[in-house]
């Protein structure tokens, strides 16, 4: 596998990304808190993020759970660039990380005038909304990062296992196409 994509890049191929951008009108429950940084890249809009193709399911999945549990999703990151500083990690960020890929978010659940934070979940002050929330996703296969070690509850995704043919690849055209400031699509 890592010798067909040395191929590829040697030979000068070009591809299009497994990254979309994903327009939160299409969320009803869902926006991006006031810490969330628009990443740069051709025809950047404030109103989207960039996740893989593959995570809109579950981040359409996250909003739909949001809005039965009656409680907003504020994001703070999605697909992260490889070697640029995290701003605002709970945790020190993960050498094959999801977001690297683009299949995690990292989010604050607001239930009202209530934000839960990090620091309520692992103290457990967690809103009873906030609370069934996570146990809705996590019904649904969706992984939470408060069942890590260390605990990293703004954090949801959808595991790619790392060092898979699945991740490297995803990682690969990622984080490459990003960096060669490809257009990329919209998802619908």
């Given at each position: 596998?890592?010798d067909?994509?040395?191929?590829?890049?040697?030979?000068?191929?070009?591809?299009?990304?497994?990254?979309?951008?994903?327009g939160?009108?299409?969320?009803?429950n869902t926006?991006?808190?006031?810490?969330?940084?628009?990443?740069?890249?051709?025809?950047?809009?404030?109103?989207?993020v960039?996740?893989?193709?593959?995570?809109?399911?579950?981040?359409?999945?996250?909003?739909?759970?949001?809005?039965?549990?009656?409680?907003?999703?504020?994001?703070?990151?999605?697909?992260?660039?490889?070697?640029?500083?995290?701003?605002?990690?709970?945790?020190?960020?993960?050498?094959?990380?999801?977001?690297?890929?683009?299949?995690?978010?990292?989010l604050?659940?607001?239930d009202?005038?209530?934000?839960?934070?990090s620091?309520?979940?692992?103290?457990g002050?967690?809103?009873?909304?906030?609370?069934?929330?996570?146990?809705?996703?996590?019904?649904?296969?969706?992984?939470?990062?408060?069942d890590?070690?260390?605990?990293?509850?703004?954090?949801?995704?959808d595991s790619?296992?790392?060092?898979?043919?699945?991740?490297?690849?995803?990682?690969?055209?990622?984080?490459?196409v990003?960096?060669?400031?490809?257009?990329?699509?919209e998802?619908?």
């Open positions: 596998m890592i067909a994509l040395l191929a590829w890049a040697a030979g000068g191929f070009v591809t299009t990304s497994p990254l979309v951008k994903l939160l009108l299409l969320l009803v926006d991006v808190s006031a810490e969330f940084t628009t990443l740069s890249y051709p025809s950047t809009r404030q109103s989207e960039l996740v893989h193709e593959d995570f809109v399911d579950t981040m359409t999945l996250l909003d739909a759970e949001a809005k039965a549990a009656n409680v907003k999703l504020r994001i703070n990151q999605t697909f992260r660039v490889q070697n640029i500083p995290v701003k605002g990690a709970v945790v020190p960020p993960a050498s094959k990380s999801q977001h690297l890929i683009g299949h995690a978010v990292d604050n659940i607001v009202g005038a209530t934000v839960n934070l620091s309520m979940f692992k103290t002050k967690e809103t009873a909304a906030a609370k069934a929330f996570v146990k809705a996703v996590k019904k649904k296969g969706v992984r939470w990062g408060g890590f070690s260390p605990k990293d509850p703004p954090h949801f995704d790619v296992p790392p060092g898979s043919d699945a991740y490297n690849m995803a990682f690969y055209f990622a984080q490459n990003y960096a060669a400031r490809h257009p990329l699509r998802a619908v």
